[in-house]
């Protein structure tokens, strides 16, 4: 008689291990509060706060070991439950005039199936140095002339994550007090702070991301860590109206418009919040904007694209539009990526088109490119595994 036995079970997998959270890129508050839950008696909390802030946002530390007036129990006690970590670089390229771009991938959460990734990028001029920052993971704006547009929305960063990209861009330059230069340190300013200005024009748009973007800022302009001005902070919004006169009165920050056209059709087209937001609501709440003055002016970016806004009657239309604000005009020649339908204006196109605002009182740069080379340039950015799914799924195309 045989007897019949049930299949032995298949080992059980061994639980994944729950990465540990950073405690890098966080609030006083949050600092606080992971404190305490980590064991750290209420009363001493504040104390502790005020310790990791300065180790965290002046020294720059990324070990606990290092926290030198932090007991050794409690450095074992915070190693133990946290990390100092940034977010992970994924890949790093340096372009011939010296700009830096990071592919940064985060941690995955919830059902992601993949760990979600961004790019930040610097960009070192003589006597300054320029962080662009993203605040989504991709976007929903779909602005025609745009790289970044083309990937869809998968998430907001957190305060932490967008903090992290700063954290990581004054690792990598060495930023911090005492650090040393990388190697490839050629094109870095030669004051003693290497990034003086951050910018909010990285992937997403920062005003859907409002009080993330708002709480990293206030970390970064705290004056007792990572001390940038708000002068030197700047956030550009593609026009999210009900949000910007908030913007300005809860933060004080400098202003930056993607306008990129005068007429409600045209930036339809380029800017499709405009048939949400047209022109004359996005202008009315720039005259609005708290603390606009002839010291506190909001920048217009207007992206130079051929025989579609270039023209000498495109520039008198700008000029008109922009009467009675005090404005910057940012020209920006069009930075070409695969599959684009645009084309840059002529450079005597974009003279003639600067000269005519010049004449009428408007402080109008051409934007130099830079990062060209690594698609690091204004409207370029869109994360490497993008492009690479991207172009996965045109070979398989292909091979149907």
């Known amino acids: 008689m045989s007897v019949l036995t049930a299949p032995s079970a298949a080992p059980a997998a061994p639980p994944t291990p729950v990465a540990k959270p950073t405690l890098a890129g966080l609030s006083r508050e949050r600092l606080q509060q992971s404190l305490i839950g980590a064991g750290v008696p209420e009363k001493q909390s504040r104390m502790r706060v005020n310790q990791l802030w300065r180790w965290l946002y002046v020294s720059g530390v990324t070990r606990f070991d290092d926290m030198t007036d932090v007991s050794k129990d409690l450095r074992a006690q915070l190693a133990d439950q946290f990390t100092l970590d940034r977010p992970e670089i994924v890949s790093e390229q340096v372009s011939v005039d010296g700009t830096r771009k990071w592919l940064l991938r985060l941690p995955k959460r919830g059902h992601e199936a993949r760990a979600p990734e961004v790019e930040t990028v610097y960009i070192p001029?003589?006597?300054?140095?320029?962080?662009?920052?993203?605040?989504?993971?991709?976007?929903?704006?779909?602005?025609?002339?745009?790289?970044?547009?083309?990937?869809?929305?998968?998430?907001?960063?957190?305060?932490?994550e967008i903090v992290g990209q700063i954290l990581l861009a004054r690792d990598r330059i060495g930023d911090w007090p005492g650090a040393p230069l990388p190697e490839n340190a050629q094109n870095l300013p030669v004051s003693d702070r290497k990034i003086t200005n951050i910018v909010l024009m990285g992937m997403g748009e920062p005003l859907y991301n409002f009080d993330n973007v708002k709480e990293a800022m206030a970390i970064a302009a705290d004056g007792e860590g990572l001390s940038v001005s708000k002068r030197r902070i700047t956030l550009s919004t593609s026009g999210v109206v009900p949000e910007i006169a908030r913007w300005g009165g809860d933060t004080g920050t400098m202003l930056a418009i993607s306008l990129h056209a005068t007429r409600d059709d045209l930036r339809d087209e380029l800017v499709p919040i405009n048939k949400k937001y047209p022109i004359s609501e996005l202008l009315k709440a720039c005259r609005d904007y708290p603390g606009l003055s002839n010291a506190k002016r909001i920048t217009f970016e207007y992206v130079m694209l051929k025989g579609v806004n270039d023209s000498a009657a495109d520039a008198k239309a700008l000029v008109r539009l922009l009467a009675g604000i005090p404005a910057k005009i940012n020209l920006i020649p069009f930075n070409p990526w695969p599959g684009s339908k645009y084309e840059c204006s002529d450079w005597e196109t974009i003279e003639r088109f600067a000269e005519i605002v010049n004449k009428a009182g408007y402080a109008s740069p051409v934007r130099t490119p830079r990062g060209r080379d690594i698609l690091a340039a204004c409207g370029q950015l869109k994360s490497a595994s993008e492009k690479l799914r991207a172009s996965q799924r045109s070979a398989a195309v292909a091979l149907d």
């Open 125 to 160: 001029e003589s006597d300054r140095g320029t962080l662009c920052i993203s605040s989504q993971v991709g976007c929903t704006l779909n602005c025609s002339f745009c790289h970044t547009g083309t990937q869809r929305l998968v998430r907001n960063l957190d305060a932490a």
